[in-house]
């Protein structure tokens, strides 16, 4: 058992006694309900400018159950919803009635009702980034909605694509594809990390435009560091400049207030799975009107062909991509719906309490490991959503090659040891080490002190090595 010196005074002592061989996680959460800690600084409601999001009031508590929405296995502490998510068991159930539906009567439901369902989910959506439905196409994954968008947009040799050095990976691959193929040229604005402000990001990246800058991709909240880049302002920037904008928002929807006909990119990805709960393969894309003409999927569908005056060519080609299980699709607005109603203030209830939440987890990791291991916030409170970034001291030389299953030794010790979930990853503009923690509503602030005391545990037997 590992020499846990767990001081929390709201863990359970029996899982002090437990951690570790595997901990039961099911324990820190009977710590409800949770109160969590006012935010430092107040911000005011936009989330369009540089700095506010919207989170100065206080959170609401949360019911005591909530966890029991979940079919996480309860063994886990589960640290990572900014990967994958995890949709409510509801929202499971709910899908396994459309598959029901699906099979009883197949011709039915692709010939029929399809349709109607997918203007459901593109209704539910499009209120949700408040955009018009008619603007909306429903995706798989972002990966696939990121390579759609950049095959349909108008690119020439020598166009230059500008992003940050802080995007995610099928960017970075399907640009290098791009280059390869097409001759475009790509231009990384470098993102310092720790950073002071959004402004220091926003003047980074319009710093890299030139004459020859055709479009812009930036993530709204950056996967590895988990920072929120100004989008609005830069949108801004670059619409007066007459300049496209990618906004790779796969973050952003149910983690921050995510208003895209505000904020008025070209594009907007978002993804059903993470930060809304929803299905693995429930992902959407807004396109500005004006460019929908251009934007064709991958492969086009069998009823693109089919002139219909009420249905444009959008609609048809995004509705029915060939034969597929588009369950997580239509069950997206059932996910919208019930993370919705957990808490009496609804989404903006949710998302501000998941803020705070992890605000609170990051104070207790940098109390906990700051003096130590020299453990600092990274980003002002104005660049986080519901997740946190924060470095880790590097593992002496003879530890670096550990064999691991994730990306990280250290990551398979926290589940193989503690049953911890969380990533430790390289930050993508430095390849410096890091750990990015997540909050959902399921998690509590003993399980950041759970985290705490393991990694403390684990850093020390490192550097000892
Ligand atoms: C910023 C960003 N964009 C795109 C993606 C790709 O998402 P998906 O795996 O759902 O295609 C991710 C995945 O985490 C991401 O963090």
Redesign the pocket.
């Known amino acids: 058992m590992p020499p846990l010196d767990n001081k929390s005074p709201t863990r359970s002592p029996a899982l002090i006694e437990t951690a570790g061989l595997p901990a039961d996680a099911t324990l820190a959460r009977t710590c409800r309900a949770v109160e969590v800690l006012p935010p430092e600084q107040s911000t005011s409601v936009t989330n369009t400018g540089v700095t506010n999001l919207g989170f100065a009031q206080p959170a609401q508590s949360v019911p005591g159950h909530v966890h029991q929405l979940w079919a996480l296995d309860p063994a886990l502490t589960f640290l990572n919803h900014?990967?994958y998510g995890s949709a409510p068991k509801s929202v499971l159930r709910a899908q396994a009635a459309y598959r029901e539906r699906m099979e009883r009567d197949p011709v039915r439901l692709f010939k029929y009702d399809l349709e109607r369902l997918m203007d459901t989910t593109r209704e539910r959506v499009a209120a949700f980034i408040n955009v018009n439905p008619a603007d909306v196409a429903m995706l798989r994954?972002?990966?696939?909605?990121?390579c759609t968008i950049l095959k349909a947009h108008p690119l020439a040799a020598g166009d230059e694509v500008l992003i940050t050095d802080h995007?995610?990976g099928?960017?970075h691959n399907e640009l290098e594809r791009m280059r390869v193929e097409q001759g475009i040229v790509v231009v990384k604005a470098p993102i310092p990390f720790p950073i002071e402000s959004p402004q220091v990001a926003l003047d980074a990246i319009v710093s890299r435009v030139t004459k020859k800058t055709k479009l812009v991709v930036i993530?709204h909240?950056?996967?590895t560091s988990a920072m929120v880049l100004p989008a609005g302002a830069l949108i801004r920037e670059m619409n007066s400049r007459g300049i496209d904008v990618l906004l790779?928002g796969?973050?952003s929807p149910g983690q921050i207030p995510t208003d895209v006909r505000a904020l008025n990119p070209t594009y907007f990805?978002g993804?059903g799975?993470?930060w809304l709960s929803g299905p693995k393969g429930s992902?959407f894309v807004y396109v500005r009107p004006d460019m929908q003409h251009l934007f064709r999927p991958l492969a086009l569908s069998a009823r693109a062909n089919k002139i219909r005056p009420e249905r444009a060519l959008f609609l048809r080609d995004f509705d029915y991509q060939g034969t597929d299980d588009y369950s997580a699709m239509v069950t997206l607005p059932a996910a919208i719906e019930a993370m919705g109603s957990i808490l009496p203030g609804g989404w903006p209830a949710l998302m501000r309490h998941n803020h705070h939440m992890i605000l609170q987890a990051r104070k207790i990791l940098c109390s906990h490991l700051g003096s130590l291991f020299n453990m600092q916030p990274c980003v002002p409170d104005a660049m986080i959503g519901s997740m946190v970034t924060l470095k880790l001291p590097e593992p002496p030389e003879h530890l670096k090659s550990r064999p691991t299953c994730y990306d990280d030794a250290l990551q398979d010790v926290l589940l193989e040891k503690y049953r911890i979930v969380v990533p430790i990853w390289r930050l993508m503009s430095t390849n410096e080490r890091i750990i990015r923690v997540s909050a959902q509503v399921y998690n509590t602030p003993a399980e950041y002190e759970y985290l705490a005391q393991a990694l403390k545990t684990e850093l020390d037997i490192e550097q000892r090595g």
């Open positions: 900014g990967s994954n972002a990966t696939y909605a990121m995007e995610y099928s960017l993530s909240v950056t996967s790779d796969a973050h990805i993804s799975h993470k992902a």
